[in-house]
Every structure is written in C-alpha cells, then in structure tokens.
C-alpha cells in the first residue's frame, strides 16, 4: 500500500515565525511532490510542486525534497493568520499520472 | 475564465438514490479526477480518466460509476450500492504532472 504521511497537528506557530511542515512517502518511484492548502470546508489549492531534491523558493514558501529520505517538507516564513489552514502533501506516482495524498497538518498561525 | 466547474455544491440524497455529480472543465485538459474526503482524511480515489471514452477504477470505486463521453465533462454517479456516501466530493483535472480541483461537492444522505 503506498502512502503518504503527514503529522494531523495541529501546529501552532505564533505570527511571524517559521512554519514547518513535513511529509514522508512509501513509494520510491514516485516522481513528484506538492503542496496543497486547503482552508475549511473549500476545495484544495496548489502552492507548490517539487520534483528535484533540494530546495524550491516561491515567496514565503520553500519545498525542500530528499528521494534518499523519502521526506518532502513546506517551510512558509514570516507566517500569517490567513495561512492557518490544513496542508495537504502529495505524492505523483510514476507513470500512471494517479496521486496519494497524505491526511494533511493543520497549521495555526497565532496572532 | 478557464477552471474546474463542479455542481451542485450541495445535494442531499435519500435512501436508496442514485445522484449524480457534475464535472466540466475548459482547460482542454485530457486527464480528469474524482475523489472523496471524508473529514480528517486523506483524498481518496474514486475513479481517473486520462482520455475521452476511457477511465479506470481507482482505490474506492465501489458504489460509483463515470462516463467520459466528452473532453470537458467526466460526470460521477453514486449509486445506492455505496452505502455511506455522505463526503465531499473533489473533481480535478491534470496539466503536465499537477493536478487542479474543482470547489467540490458536498452529499449529504438523509
């Protein structure tokens, strides 16, 4: 059974901190990895894809992926009350397009 | 505008009941997705279709059936074999490896 596993949370960071979330997966062919924010009672919403290991920088938000280590991780700086939602992690399963997606962290940007 | 367009946003259904659940998008995507979310879980797959008249189960399709007749429309039925259908619904649509969804859909049984 392949899987993605995230933390349910929820983590509580106080305004202006670093956020940090992570993210482990099963499937070690799996090709690509994204973010998705998903506030309460809406739909998901992309923040980021990452499909080389390293580091991917959009704005306040950084994707971090280690293949070695199966782990992806969000770090979102100087974190806001508007980004207190539940963050979805997931995985793109090699050649078959079909995606697994963790449970999500709910995150609490205290203000 | 270009995007995921999904109705109705809530639907109640008897006992016993089929419902469908729209999907239309016009992003000219080939690729289309249905999952469920039940609360404080994951998405799961109910069905995916990577071209027109062709789509495979994916890992809940029991109790659910699509048709792909169209580019733009991948429509999902839950039928009454499904028998705790109350979640909310997600339809996407993939451009190169990244999926995109639509407001979603809330069934609610009564």
């Known amino acids: 059974q392949k899987e993605v596993e995230q933390n349910s949370g929820p983590l509580s960071v106080p305004e202006g901190a670093i956020a940090s979330l992570n993210c482990t997966y099963s499937d070690r062919g799996s090709q690509s990895f994204f973010w998705y924010r998903q506030y309460s009672g809406k739909s998901p919403e992309l923040i980021m894809s990452?499909?080389?290991?390293g580091d991917k920088e959009d704005g306040r938000f950084t994707a971090q992926l280690n293949k070695a280590s199966q782990y992806v991780s969000l770090l979102i700086r100087d974190s806001q009350p508007s980004d207190s939602a539940t963050y979805l992690c997931a995985a793109g399963s090699s050649g078959t397009y079909k995606y697994i997606f963790g449970t999500g962290t709910r995150l609490k940007v205290l203000a | 505008d270009g995007g995921i367009t999904q109705s109705p946003k809530y639907l109640f259904r008897k006992e016993g009941q089929n419902v469908t659940l729209s999907c239309e998008q016009n992003l000219n995507h080939d690729a289309m997705y249905w999952y469920r979310q039940d609360p404080g879980q994951g998405l799961r797959l109910i069905y995916y279709?990577?071209?027109?008249?062709?789509?495979q189960k994916g890992d809940i399709a029991e109790g659910y059936s699509v048709s792909r007749e169209k580019k733009e429309s991948f429509p999902l039925t839950v039928t009454s074999a499904q028998k705790n259908p109350t979640a909310f619904y997600l339809c996407?649509?993939?451009?190169?490896?990244?999926?995109?969804f639509g407001e979603g859909s809330w069934l609610t049984v009564v």
């Open positions: 990452i499909y080389s290991n």
């Open positions: 279709s990577q071209i027109v008249n062709d789509f």
């Open positions: 996407a649509s993939r451009s190169g490896n990244t999926i995109y």
